[in-house]
């Protein structure tokens, strides 16, 4: 009886599919899984723009500056460090989507060529637990917003009493506030990605007229910049570091700190109408936007501080001083709520796209029979009670620093993820035989490729060292390994890719550079067809020199798409 309930239970919550629209549900795929239709695909220019506005339009992008000039760089080596590091950003994730932008594939499909089906849980497990930990600390962040947003409107919020126990490393006041932006996030996360068009549109134009408002009330009040627009360069002389390493250093640190969401780039540039669009939208918000919201940052936090007397560079910290601390007058209260109401409204949605439906996209390729993006993003966001922002923020310092590394192992991912695709396979895969464990290219050994896991070590190995002892604050580091780690990301990735490439070259295998002559998935629309030299399945064509307009051809054709699927 039990065993009985247990199987009508699976058969309730399994997935279904359109079988004529080639959504089978297995344990390889879904709906979510499979190479997205052309009538998927729906972001133009804009979704791309709104996409990567998201993560320019937050409070750790406005921060920027302050960290490069706590380095000791001035105000103009700052500034050109953001310029380069954006547009290298905007480079490799381009390079990286290039995969999901011709054959439509996502990610969590993408890694199965590369590592073998089997394989591909090693670089999907480490993006599902970065997925579930920033979805977390970015709620928690956001939670500070809505703490804000609440002391505009009742000022004694601020002062409210501690409920919680000495054992919980925060107080209610943020918590509440954590709760908040919790709850009025989930709406978003029953939002199709098919759909995203809307909330780009509304948090990108909200929260970018919030940030230049923020500028010209500054500017203006203040009338001028403070001392802070003319810090020069202030690396003591004595430093173990010269300009150079500190400029290298913070390259690294820009393009680390968004490596998660470059290595997933295919699970979102697939739903792409064309790659112009995506190349556009990218280059426009990535470089250009990312730029101009951290010079927007710097401009506001020099003038506040001729206003205030002190450097205000996290803007709940400032907010709240704009209204004293909700003791300022009704209208100093009104403008920063509809402030932080905009910071607020874009956290939520990047957090709800960036981790949550990524994390939903990643979780439904460890289970497709059962999860879609919609029910792995909700998973996603029930993981964040999990995981205890409040203590990872409030309390493991180390840990948070440690993540905010990561990027010493994705980049090695990146690094094999590039090789494969544009050296040694030439931009063609068999989309068929991404998705079965027989007669497939990608089964390799037991379903694990074993040459992308040495070339991954090889690309870590290396700046490990460095991360260690770097957050581990040792006093007196090895130069060699500090180095090294000031430069991981780009070591990684080429590391890693040259390891995989010799060993591809040394221990080579069959089905390399090869792609199904017919688009079983009816994938790709005439163009992109002819463009690739695939046969579309619903058009008579010639075949390998067959006519399938006669009835032997059409026999002949018959059983190649039966071998191929």
């Known amino acids: 009886m039990g065993s009985l309930r247990l199987r009508q239970l699976k058969e309730k919550i399994q997935l279904k599919g359109d079988e004529e629209e080639h959504e089978q549900v297995d344990s390889w795929s879904n709906r979510d899984l499979i190479p997205l239709p052309p009538s998927r695909r729906t972001w133009g220019w804009f979704h791309f723009f709104g996409y990567w506005t998201l993560n320019s339009l937050n409070v750790s992008n406005w921060q920027t500056p302050n960290t490069f000039l706590s380095y000791g760089l001035s105000v103009g080596q700052s500034m050109m460090v953001i310029v380069v590091g954006k547009l290298l950003v905007t480079f490799f994730s381009t390079l990286i989507a290039w995969c999901g932008l011709r054959w439509h594939i996502g990610f969590t499909v993408q890694n199965r060529y590369t590592w073998g089906l089997r394989g591909s849980y090693i670089p999907l497990l480490q993006r599902i637990l970065l997925n579930f930990i920033w979805c977390a600390i970015q709620c928690w962040n956001g939670g500070r917003l809505i703490a804000v947003c609440i002391t505009a409107i009742w000022p004694s919020f601020a002062k409210m009493h501690n409920t919680l126990p000495s054992s919980m490393p925060t107080t209610t006041y ?51 910049v403070g001392p802070l627009w003319t810090t020069g360069q202030t690396i003591p002389e004595n430093s173990s570091w010269n300009l150079h390493w500190l400029e290298m250093k913070g390259i690294n640190q820009i393009i680390g700190g968004i490596a998660a969401g470059i290595t997933n780039g295919s699970d979102f540039s697939r739903y792409a109408r064309s790659p112009k669009n995506y190349v556009l939208g990218t280059v426009l918000s990535a470089w250009v936007t990312g730029v101009l919201v951290s010079l927007v940052g710097l401009v506001v936090t020099a003038a506040c501080q001729k206003i205030y007397g002190e450097v205000y560079w996290n803007p709940p910290d400032l907010l709240m001083r704009m209204m004293d601390s909700g003791e300022g007058s009704s209208k100093a209260r009104a403008g920063v709520f509809f402030l932080a109401a905009g910071f607020a409204l874009t956290g939520m949605f990047e957090n709800v796209c960036g981790n949550a439906v990524a994390g939903g996209i990643d979780l439904a390729g460890l289970f497709p029979r059962y999860l879609d993006i919609r029910r792995g993003a909700i998973l996603t966001f029930v993981a964040v009670w999990v995981c205890q922002p409040w203590q990872l923020v409030n309390k493991a310092a180390t840990f948070v620093s440690v993540l905010s590394s990561f990027s010493v192992f994705l980049s090695p991912i990146m690094g094999v993820m590039v090789v494969d695709f544009y050296l040694l396979r030439k931009g063609r895969i068999q989309l068929s035989h991404l998705y079965r464990t027989k007669d497939t290219s990608y089964w390799f050994t037991k379903g694990v490729n074993w040459r992308a896991i040495p070339a991954w070590i090889c690309g870590w190995a290396p700046t490990i060292g460095g991360l260690v002892v770097t957050v581990g604050g040792s006093s007196s580091p090895p130069r060699g390994l500090v180095k090294l780690y000031y430069m991981a990301f780009l070591v990684g990735f080429f590391v890693s890719g040259t390891v995989f490439y010799l060993l591809n070259w040394i221990f080579p295998y069959p089905g390399m550079g090869e792609y199904d002559e017919v688009d079983v998935y009816e994938t790709f629309t005439p163009q992109e067809a002819a463009s690739l030299g695939v046969v579309q399945g619903n058009e008579p064509q010639m075949l390998n020199g067959i006519d399938t307009d006669s009835e032997h051809g059409k026999l002949q054709h018959e059983t190649i798409v039966e071998k191929t699927v």
């Open 174 to 224: 943020q918590f509440v506030g954590f709760v908040l932006f919790w709850v009025l996030s989930v709406p978003f996360l029953f939002v199709r990605p098919e759909k995203f068009r809307l909330p780009f549109l509304i948090t990108s134009i909200y929260c970018g007229l919030g940030m230049l408002s923020m500028m010209i009330w500054s500017l203006s009040v203040a009338k001028g």
